[in-house]
């Protein structure tokens, strides 16, 4: 249940970026000089092979966030600038957002429907009887009333728990097994405010807009970027 961050875009270009500076350049190479002549790249060396597998992971990495194309001739600079130490255009703080930008805009065209799914799903939501939205937009349901103490966001709390998507698939819970342990300022927006609102005992059903849950970048292979979740979850005790 922990945050994830834009860290992994940005780890992923910053790594492709240092790593792929040979597989580019050759590439480079061939566009200038393909009016003239075009040279045959072959792979001679260990370096050269390093170097195309770097570009290829680069790009494929790239690729599989929506990106379609990039300005090579800035690539292949921003390359040469970071082997060379030389002044950079950026400072690393904005190229970091720069890096964030693109990969945003591209994550909003390709997950628009998830994103629409979602806004739709609540807005509908809200007007189901028992349902209430805070002023974050978190929505919830109190199966069970709890007749203990709330947490804090400082507490770590003991619960169980069942997160699932829209479409009814179930992607995570700790059911048949142990109640589990976290600290409520280690976990999703959406829990964190969600389980302040609960007293011990109590199970509440939450619908968490993806803003309070796992962002315009999704967690693992089934929470895709923008995706409301609706969570089940009992407070068994604080700690």
Known sequence: ???????????????????????????????????????????????DSASYSFGMAMGSGLKGNGLTSLNYDLLVKGLKDAFGAENFMLSREASQQAINNLMVEKSKGKFAAIRMEGEKFLENNKKVDG????????????????????????????VNYKGSLLNGKQFDSNEGREPISLPLNGVIAGWTEGLQLMQEGAKYRFFIPYQLAYGERGAGQDISPYSTLIFEIELVKIK
């Open 1 to 47: 249940m922990k945050k994830l961050t834009l860290a992994c875009c940005i780890t992923l270009a910053a790594f492709a970026a240092n790593a792929q500076s040979k597989g580019k350049k050759t590439v480079t190479t061939k566009k200038a000089t393909a009016k003239a002549v075009t040279p045959t790249l072959t792979l001679k060396t260990a370096l």
């Open 131 to 158: 349902v209430k939205t805070t002023a974050s937009g978190l929505q919830y349901m109190v199966i069970k009333s709890g007749s203990g103490r709330k947490p804090t966001a400082a507490d770590t709390v003991t």
